[in-house]
Nanobody, 126 residues
């Protein structure tokens, strides 16, 4: 079972930036698409961003397009989520996830993912 560990969350003022990291224990990290999701209090978990196994394709929720970027460093078994121009509505617990199948492009639905991290809290103060 792949273990994913997120880090980089914290408290930031509106308009600020954060970079989240997610490190995988899997030996075949480079062959799997990765995704970021978030869950705000009282709301369902929602898709934020995804990156294909090769890193050549990315996908973003409309609410974060132009503000967030996703990247991966396969040598470090790590996927990143760079968040700029943060808004109060970005406040949530952020989770990274690993796709179920290797060599796939980006996946939006949570059902396509099999392993999840424990989450990291991001709080944006207005």
């Amino acid at each position: 079972q792949v273990q994913l560990v997120e880090s980089g969350g914290g408290l930031v003022q509106a308009g600020g930036s954060l970079r989240l990291s997610c490190t995988s224990s899997g030996r075949t990290f480079s062959t799997y698409a990765m995704g970021w999701f978030r869950q705000a209090p009282g709301k369902e978990r929602e898709f934020v961003a995804a990156i294909s196994w090769s890193g050549s394709s990315t996908d973003f929720a409309d609410s974060v397009k132009g503000r967030f970027t996703i990247s991966r460093d396969n040598a470090k078994n790590t996927v990143y989520l760079r968040m700029n121009s943060l808004k109060s509505e970005d406040t949530a617990v952020y989770y990274c996830a690993c796709a179920k199948d290797p060599y796939t492009s980006t996946r939006v639905a949570a059902a396509w993912y099999r392993s999840w991290g424990q989450g990291t809290q991001v709080t944006v103060s207005s």
